[in-house]
């Protein structure tokens, strides 16, 4: 069996439901669990719901709340599911903790939408979180991004290294 | 931009179209395509679609030709979608190949189901391509395992490492 | 609160299941049920899973059940959930039962499949069960056809009336 | 070929969008026009998109409009695709309308979510355009109530008809 791999829940689109006029609530329940139960995962995983925000709303405090979070955690490969809008910004919160696999992931539609791209999101940051060494990192869009080159592209919809080197590969 | 990853499809479950008595064909169109449209993956691909067989039927001529393919490919990262029942026997064929990322993958239910791990599954792969070095590699069900060592589960419907070595992880 | 609404099930496509060289079944639980749940329904009814048929595999025993089924239910209105391959034939076994609605329906592509025209005839039989005079009918693609007169269009992949008089509608 | 139908759209949550604090817009396209498509329906039929609005958001003028839209077309059977919020206000605007079929529907959930009411309510109102004489309907969750009666249950998610005379059944 591998390792536990632990997964934070910050809120973010990927965990937004339909609300309107009469709804009180915006943002639901860990999607991440339902995307992992309907992929059959062979992997013992610990799912924790810290924050359900868009993450236009985040504060320092919240991403004082993350960080703390996963350096306590006794796990060493973390992903934490995030609003995309200001995930670059939290992910580089994270980079003083130097002995942590940690991958942000998200999505741009709502997993509950009959198109979204949150499955596929979740699939990735599940494959590099076991695959790469300490690090914080950015896994959208079939990229894996080192967090402090990662930036959305708010027009194009994606994530993109600032440096414009791409995403990590390795050698080959 | 990254480096261009070629995708080949060898048929397989997560091709497969409804059927009945009055239909012609069981294995449709590649649906890796349509997976990484929706995803809108920032990644530059090339598929070409090779076999459209339930994979117990692929005979030794089959395997050849995806081996031919593998080899001849200019690109360095291979993804090969492929049928469960067979996909570590393929997988073995393609370890003299020495020099490249091959990355075997498909799933337990057909992409066009509401319920289906073949959204999940591609994202592993098109990450384990990316950061993997040279070999050949199953990624299903969450986890990337060697070839040599892969094996279909058929109760559980998952892979896993026949000498229960688990999944390939970074050091950490 | 309205009558109860009985609705017996046959199998056929709207049920089918993903099955493969090492599946057992072919045609699962009956799917109205959960298509009734996802509608929210403010409906009373029973279901009945009769049998677990491709349309293609039924007997003249089988059609015998289904209408004695119908013949001793105390519900007067009736959906019948059928493979559509020989709807037409059943329904036409049931035309000496003349004291209720009963409306068969189904669907071209699983129940299951991300894209299916099941909900859209359930939705159009629940409808029509309640609004019709006694007799018995075919819901099917957005019309509702007297049995007699419904023909499946092999090639078209729509039900339509061998007289061509069309669908019943109101007078307006 | 049976009479055309004239579909009108008049927003709501059938036809929302996922749209964040980015977004300029909260209600797409048509979605009957995809549902229609998708159910292969063999009907004759005509869309207009009238407003795309929030029901809550619709004011005497937009009632004024849709009932113009409605009292010049040359077809009979009408639909009318509405927020639920003000579905039964603007139904009983349209009550003086006397010469043709006129069904209201919509949706509790996005057409776009994974998990939705929308395409079984539309399967639903296209039958009712078609069997029932003259006058104003509301067709929603599986019943068919006439405008005057109908009134949306907030609660309960579901419209009822306001003296509890329940859906519109034929005699059997």
């Given at each position: 069996m591998a390792e536990m791999i632990k997964i934070i829940s910050a809120g973010g689109t990927i965990d937004k439901i339909y609300f309107d006029?009469?709804?009180?609530?915006q943002v639901g329940d860990p999607q991440i669990h339902h995307i992992l139960a309907e992929a059959n995962v062979a992997l013992d995983y610990e799912l924790e719901s810290v924050l359900r925000k868009?993450?236009?709303?985040?504060?320092d405090d919240d991403r004082q709340l993350i960080f703390n979070k996963v350096q306590v955690s006794p796990q060493k490969r973390i992903i934490v599911t995030h609003g995309t809008d200001t995930m670059a910004t939290t992910a580089r919160v994270l980079?003083?903790?130097?002995d942590k696999v940690i991958v942000f992931t998200g999505s741009?539609?709502?997993?509950?939408?009959?198109?979204?791209?949150a499955i596929f999101n979740v699939g990735c940051a599940i494959t590099a979180v076991q695959l790469l060494p300490p690090g914080v990192y950015i896994a959208m869009n079939g990229q894996v991004l080192h967090a402090a080159q990662a930036n959305k592209n708010l027009k194009a919809k994606r994530f993109e290294s600032s440096d414009g080197e791409g995403p990590i590969l390795s050698k080959v």
């Open positions: 006029a009469n709804s009180e609530f868009d993450s236009l709303d985040l504060t980079e003083g903790i130097t741009m539609e709502p997993a509950k939408l009959k198109s979204s791209d």
